[in-house]
């Protein structure tokens, strides 16, 4: 007998199984009994098919449930590391930060090329200075006035033929510059006329004649690209010898004329080289007040210079000139020529003993070595 539970605690007596069980139906037999633990075996080694797979449950949303994947919203959350469903004070916080790392990075960049700037400079500032520093100077040409001269006397070595004088005298006065260089003359010009000269500088040509100049073109010439400063000159190592020449045609002024440029006699005066510009400062020194500057950026100068030899002498002579520029101070230089060899300039007069000497302009052809008070002869 077996007891249960009560409510209140008290257990309740039960009946046996085999007094209280209520009776089997009748008619039931063994086979029935068989064919259903049968059944019940088949059952039981039978695997129920598998049953289908419940729908998945539905997932939230990871941009917010609002807004499709690739706005722009999302793509900026990604840039900056961000969990889209992050607030939008917290995105603008990581902007915020993320664009200051960035500025900053820009600027250390700035900063180290800033910095680097001033070294690479000085570094090219200082080879660009070596080179300029290595170049020469400046370099000089000296060349004849090119053309006709409105004033002009020719010397020749030799004496004219018969033939030429007269070719000479019979022919366009207008040809005779052309025809006598021909010959192999050598052109002089009428020096300036120093009206304007101090006194002191007039009284060493107080007789009145008229000099003859060797005229010339001093270009000077310089690739530096700072400045360089001609602002001195000396006439050097002068050699003179008799004059050669024979014969001197002349074409004398009509009057006074002043060319733009500067005057020295061989060997100089006090204070040569002067101006000899029709303008103030007139024979006065030249370099006392002026001077010639050539390099950066200007990159030629120049002076027309009349040299003016003793009368009956050829001389040869050289320049040195002083100049300053940015890297040294006070230098004098001796002129070369394009070989590198010291500057000779060659500088003519008219001759002492001529053998034939010819003048005409205002009047017909003068034979002044036939007639030497003819008019004009004077004059050479």
Known sequence: MTTTASPDGTPEPQPEDGGGSPAEPTGQHADAESDAESDAESDANTTPPPADPAPPSPQPPTNGGDRPDGTLEVLVSDVLGVDPEASRR??????LVKAGIGLLGVMGTVLVAYLMIKPSAIRENDTNTGIDAAKTPFTVSVRPEEGEPPTWAMVLDRELTADEARKLTTGDPGSAFSYLKGLGGRPLVYASVMEHAPDRYKRHTSDGRLELTDAFKMTVLSTRSSAVVIDGWKTTDITCRKSTARTVVALPP???????????????RADEPVLTDDAEGQGESYFGTHYI????????GGLRVEAIATPGQSCEWGVKVHYNDSYQKGEWLQLKDDEGKPLRIRTESVPANLRQKWVFGSVAWTPCHKNPKGPLCDLV
């Open 254 to 268: 009509q009057g006074g004329a002043a060319y733009q440029g500067i005057r020295l006699h061989l060997p100089p």
């Open 293 to 300: 500057e050539v390099g950066g950026g200007q990159p030629s």
């Open 90 to 95: 917290k995105k603008l916080r990581w902007l």
